[in-house]
Nanobody, 118 residues
Framework: QVRLVESGGGLVQPGGSLRLSCAASGSILSIGGMNWYRQAPGKERELGAGITRGGNTNYADSVKGRVTISRDNAKNTGYLQMNSLKPEDTAVYYC????????????WGQGTLVTVSS
């Protein structure tokens, strides 16, 4: 069994920064892609950023230039550094990892709420 635990969400003023973390634990042989999705109130979940095991990254246009995704393979942890936050970034943020355990698993975190408001 593999579990993802997210942390770092909260309330931040417009223009502020937050760093989200997502730590994987359990029977893990390796982790492939790490992704961060977000779901704003009343909207569908959307992919915000992704990073391969080798460090190649991709970003949604809505966050490009303001967000940096990174990972620490030794710690089985992914990070999402968010800067210049806007009210429209308010959402529940979910991490999603591709994990090789006894079989290949796609695992989701429980979600962490980010609220951008003055």
């Amino acid at each position: 069994q593999v579990r993802l635990v997210e942390s770092g969400g909260g309330l931040v003023q417009p223009g502020g920064s937050l760093r989200l973390s997502c730590a994987a634990s359990g029977s893990i042989l390796s982790i492939g892609g790490m992704n961060w999705y977000r779901q704003a109130p009343g909207k569908e979940r959307e992919l915000g950023a992704g990073i391969t095991r080798g460090g190649n990254t991709n970003y949604a246009d809505s966050v490009k230039g303001r967000v940096t995704i990174s990972r620490d393979n030794a710690k089985n942890t992914g990070y999402l550094q968010m800067n210049s936050l806007k009210p429209e970034d308010t959402a529940v943020y979910y991490c999603n990892f591709g994990v090789l355990s006894y079989s290949y698993l796609e695992v989701w975190g429980q979600g962490t709420l980010v609220t951008v408001s003055s």
